[in-house]
């Protein structure tokens, strides 16, 4: 099956164009500092930074980030597909994309924990242990994501 992919026309363009490889990695950097971003500055005000920054724009920001997310993942399999064989197998890349996936689950589960709080009318947001737990442990996950990410190149 993976055989199938990387021999596909898209694949073969992926990994032969002159841009299209280099295209799509930045592609791929502008949907992680997206979604990364949105959700770092928000793990950090759930652990207590930015005290003036109002809570409530994370609600708001949350489609830009799933743009992120989309963009990533449109990128990530184009990018994927060239080196199907290799990267099935790379330590990092499974390692990236299982901090991704629970990443976005527990970003998930923040989003609810913003809405039922009703933050959009409170700057100084309170959240209990659970919800700064949970933050820091995004937080990680997103950092563990990008350095396996960079880890792709370097480990076999």
Known sequence: MLSVLENSSVAIWVGESLYAYPGLLACHIVGLATIAGIYAMRDLKLLGFFPDVDGGVFLQLNKLALCGFTINAISGFLLFISQASYLSTSVPFLSKLT??????????????????????????????????????????????????????????
């Open 99 to 156: 901090c991704i996936a629970i990443a976005m689950l527990l970003s998930w589960r923040i989003q609810k924990l913003l809405q039922a709080t009703s933050i959009s009318a409170a700057p100084a947001l309170i959240v209990d242990n659970t919800g700064k737990i949970m933050a820091a442990a995004s937080l990680a996950l997103w950092i563990g994501a990008i350095i396996a990410g960079r880890l792709i190149a370097y480990i076999f």
